[in-house]
């Protein structure tokens, strides 16, 4: 999805990067898996055998069909209302990399914007931002994601809002570095003395050398909004409970944990493994990547 | 160490803890949407909610309101909580100890079970031994604390572990009602051992989940600041002594890699104290983590607010501990 | 200065040492069959210019060489018993009684993280088996005997607090505190000021003397080792290039380097006198012997 444009994109100026993307490991481990996950997401409608949200209180409770009181055409058996597990872990996926792809991108837009000026411009304007970063990393993040949602009300557009709040300052941090980093190349200084203006410099110039390593960020922000939509919509803030999301499955599992465990194992899993996916092709993507940011 | 230096960390909280108390004030009270209608139940009146606002000040222009504020903060006063029905600074101080117990024995744990791993991967240095070490903590690493509470809970249930308890901090069927809300401090102190057993029962695997990111981050620091430190020229005198590999790991190397470790895994602790907010919930331990969760569910606007200062008082509390830890183990800070 | 012929058999004893250091494609050798004997209480020059492979004999001999280093061929006698391949828990025996280290640089070799008495304290408990009381006691003595002032106050301070003379007088006393028979000495007196040197050079002799221990001395300086050593090898390459009594070695040099070597040496009776690098020629013409002699090795097999 964003993520395939994102890396063709990059990988168009140099066409080493393609290849050099291709033969690492974790980036293709990492991107199939991510890849299996958009494609259950996208065609959900297609492929859930179930309608996610249908109650059935007569198939309460149907364990998963490698138990022998399965029931035909509930793979993975169904919750405490009778719903389709299998059907609401691929409309969970939706909501999942949805707000992924989402919030990353809001907290990169926020945090690469306010980095880029404190990089580039300093003096006071640094010393505000960065004043900043620093307070807002005195806050427990969860914490401050579960009171910015309750604030703003539920739903997915508070979640996305509160992670990007939250987590801009990662973006910050790094970009805010690395352009006071490609500040002092030639290029730029070239670029002064050609007479071109500041913004100009900055968007033209410095953005796209940054880019490497936003894509990196980018990739593991993802992932750590999967986390935080799990845990949002684990205490009931993010969709209302009927939807199905993969935080609101493993919460109505751990109420009924007694009677079904395998309500908690399945989105438990689900989670861990697109977490994983996203990590190893983050970390993969910044091993790929690494030459073309130093150059 | 020298006590400036203490004080001088201690004055620079200031700004900062102001930093959070305005930051709280605006996403509180500026943010869209009126904090009263968090407070309302349904069938509320416009007298019922013009009553409340008097009540809370929120009348009042936004400066004024901001002014009384800090002013009610630097008095220590923190309201009523609405859902309690309580002063909101006694509610917290009752729970706070809690939620200090438990992250003092997860960083415990964090810090014992991350530094044996250390230890093991540079004693076997290059050998299948560091690989596993390595393995096992890019592996826990990649699991959130509140995955890994969920998955011990999942572990119990589905091994029927009856003996360890998944939710609580006490047994039902220990009668020790403390003094002080320190239950493991104090029931070790007044030799209640059957209390001391049931609440070190119930704080294991809250503390184990909240601990584990942090003893792999340890783990991998803290190997690789080993690892720098046993190619130094100190590590072939020690050879030359004739101490044993494992005398030269533990003793002469791994005390030259704490200071390094501690600069680079300390705001890591800060990440294990935020964590008690879910993990508390998750196994029902009556901390303030576990309070802030009810509190937001319930609106309860004061105690929110109570509690999310709380948690960064603790956060820069962490990050001192951090600093003084810092001074004590290098030698160059402790005679400044 | 004469050695006296050795009554008893030498205290080290190297015979045709051969060591690399492994490559991703093929090894590097450093030693081309190096063979030298010190007899019980000699003072040994080993010198050679950096590159020689002087400092990789004293690690050999100590069992400290790095991990990538391979001893190929010959071996190393202590006390007549070959330690060549000594098992890791002998070797530590062998450690503190038998040897010890004078290394090169006392800013680095000793422990930032221990107090200064601790780390003399330790090598006495662990090898003499003394008790805390008298392990203390013994360092407050060792300490005194390298001539450091105020010894009850420097065993409860830390490396960073000494200078570095007083670092080096620290590491003698390790040394010579369990009392080895043989004790490497690596570049010494390198890293300290010119004032500072001669006084630790006296030292070690004094120490030497006074213990009656065999020193092996590597060094650069051949100023130094006319002022300490008893007998001189002269290094390059990997190789023995000459070796016999320091007199004879500095007043009648048998190999063309070891002139090179002296007239590259200050001179403290000549301070003005002209100094004359060693000619390339001399040396492009060693470092092709080197390689030629690798060559007819490798056709051995």
């Not at chain 2, 929110?304 to 948690?311: K, P, S």
Request: net charge neutral; glycine share 10%.
């Amino acid at each position: 999805m964003a993520e395939a444009a994102a890396v063709t994109g990059a990988a168009s100026p140099t066409g080493g990067t393609a290849r050099r993307l291709l033969a690492n490991p974790r980036v293709v481990l990492g991107g199939a898996v991510l890849v299996f996950f958009a494609l259950a997401a996208l065609f959900a409608p297609l492929i859930a055998p179930h309608d996610p949200v249908e109650q059935d209180l007569l198939l309460q409770y149907v364990p998963p069909a490698w138990s022998d009181k399965a029931e035909a055409g509930y793979l993975f058996g169904t919750d405490n209302l009778g719903r389709d597990i299998l059907s609401r872990l691929i409309y969970g996926a939706r909501v999942a990399l949805f707000v992924a792809v989402a919030a990353a991108a809001a907290a990169g837009l926020l945090g690469t914007a306010l980095g880029l000026l404190a990089g580039y411009l300093g003096g006071w304007v640094d010393t505000v931002i960065s004043r900043l970063v620093e307070i807002w990393m005195a806050f427990p993040a969860v914490l401050l994601s579960i009171v910015l949602v309750a604030v703003m009300g539920t739903g997915l557009h508070s979640v996305i809002i509160a992670i990007a709040v939250i987590d801009w300052t990662r973006f910050c941090r790094v970009v805010r570095a690395e352009t006071m980093a490609q500040k002092q190349q030639d290029y730029v200084a070239s670029a002064v003395t050609v007479g071109l203006g500041r913004m100009r410099i900055l968007w033209r110039e410095i953005l796209p050398n940054v880019l490497p390593l936003l894509i990196v960020l980018f990739t593991l922000e993802m992932g750590i909004a999967v986390i935080v939509e799990a845990i949002l919509s684990y205490v009931n803030l993010s969709l209302a409970s009927d939807f199905p999301t993969w935080g609101g499955m493993i919460s109505d599992g751990r109420k009924y944990v007694n009677q079904a465990p395998w309500l908690m194992i399945l989105p438990i899993l689900c989670v861990i493994a697109l977490v994983l996916a996203l990590n190893a092709l983050g970390d993969g993507l910044k091993d790929a990547l690494d030459p073309v940011m130093r150059r | 160490m020298s006590w400036t230096f203490l004080l001088r960390r201690l004055l620079l909280a200031i700004p900062t803890l102001f930093g959070v108390a305005v930051i709280v004030f605006v996403l509180l009270r500026v943010v869209p949407g009126d904090p009263i209608a968090m407070l309302i139940g349904p069938g509320a009146t416009e007298a019922d909610i013009a009553e409340l606002r008097r009540l809370y000040g929120l009348d009042e222009s936004i400066a004024l309101q901001f002014v009384y504020y800090l002013r009610d903060l630097a008095g220590g006063d923190f309201g009523t909580s609405i859902s309690m029905r309580q002063d909101v600074m006694e509610l917290v101080l009752g729970r706070l100890p809690v939620t200090i117990e438990l992250c003092l024995v997860a960083m415990l744990v964090a810090v014992g079970l991350g530094g044996a791993m250390a230890l093991a991967g540079a004693y076997w240095r290059g050998r299948s031994g560091e690989a596993a070490v390595d393995g096992a903590a890019g592996f826990i690493l990649a699991i959130p604390d509140f995955l890994w509470a969920l998955l011990f809970i999942l572990f119990v249930v589905v091994f029927a572990l009856d003996g360890l308890p998944i939710s609580g901090r006490i047994g039902h069927d220990v009668a020790f009602r403390g003094a002080t809300g320190f239950l493991l401090v104090e029931s070790l102190l007044r030799l209640r051992l059957d209390a001391f057993g049931s609440v070190l029962l119930h704080t294991i695997l809250p503390a184990l989940a909240l601990a584990l990111p942090l003893a792999a981050i340890v783990a991998r620091v803290l190997k690789t600041s080993i690892n720098e430190a046993m190619t130094q020229d100190y590590i072939l005198m020690a050879r030359v002594k004739g101490f044993s590999r494992a005398r030269i790991v533990g003793r002469e190397a791994l005390r030259n890699a704490l200071v390094p470790t501690v600069t680079l895994t300390g705001v890591q602790f800060t990440f294990l104290v935020g964590g008690t907010v879910l993990v508390e919930k998750i196994f029902s331990y009556p901390g303030i983590g576990n309070m802030a969760i009810d509190a937001v569910i319930n609106r309860d606007l004061p105690l929110i607010q109570g509690l999310v200062l709380t948690f960064a008082v603790l956060f820069i509390a962490v990050n001192l501990l951090v600093d003084v830890s810092y001074a004590l183990l290098n030698p160059r800070m402790r005679h400044g | 200065m004469t050695a006296t012929p050795p009554a008893v058999g030498p205290t080290l004893s190297v015979r045709d040492l051969h060591l690399a250091i492994a490559g991703r494609r093929r090894d590097t050798p450093i030693l081309r069959g190096v063979s030298l004997d010190i007899a019980p209480g000699e003072v040994h020059g080993l010198v050679g210019e950096s590159g020689a492979g002087k400092t990789m004999i004293g690690k050999a001999v100590l069992g400290i060489q790095p991990s990538r280093a391979r001893i190929a061929a010959g071996s190393v006698l202590f006390d007549g018993r070959d330690i060549t391949h000594l098992p890791e828990r002998e070797r530590r025996r062998l450690m503190g009684r038998g040897m010890g280290l004078i290394p090169q640089d006392p800013m680095t070799s000793l422990n930032p993280a221990h107090r200064i008495g601790a780390q003399i304290a330790d090598v006495l408990r662990l090898h003499l088996g003394l008790d805390r009381a008298a392990a203390g006691a013994r360092t407050l003595e060792l300490l005194n005997e390298v001539h450091i002032r105020a010894p009850e106050r420097v065993v409860r301070q830390y490396p960073h607090e000494l200078s570095g003379g007083m670092r080096q007088r620290v590491s003698i006393a390790i040394a010579f505190a369990c009392r080895p028979k043989l004790i490497v000495a690596d570049e010494p007196t390198t890293a300290l000021d010119v004032t500072v040197q001669r006084q630790v050079l006296a030292l070690i002799k004094r120490m030497q003397a006074q213990e009656d221990a065999s020193i092996l001395f590597v060094t650069h300086d051949l100023g130094v080792v006319a002022k300490i050593c008893d007998r001189v090898t002269v290094l390059h390459g990997g190789r023995v290039l000459e070796t016999g009594a320091t007199r004879r070695i500095v007043e009648a040099p048998g190999h063309d380097y070891t002139r090179a070597l002296i007239a590259a040496t200050p001179r403290h009776d000549r301070p003005g006198g002209l100094l004359r690098p060693v000619p390339e020629a001399l040396t492009a013409r060693l470092d092709a012997e080197a390689l030629a002699y690798d060559a007819a090795r490798g056709s051995h097999g």
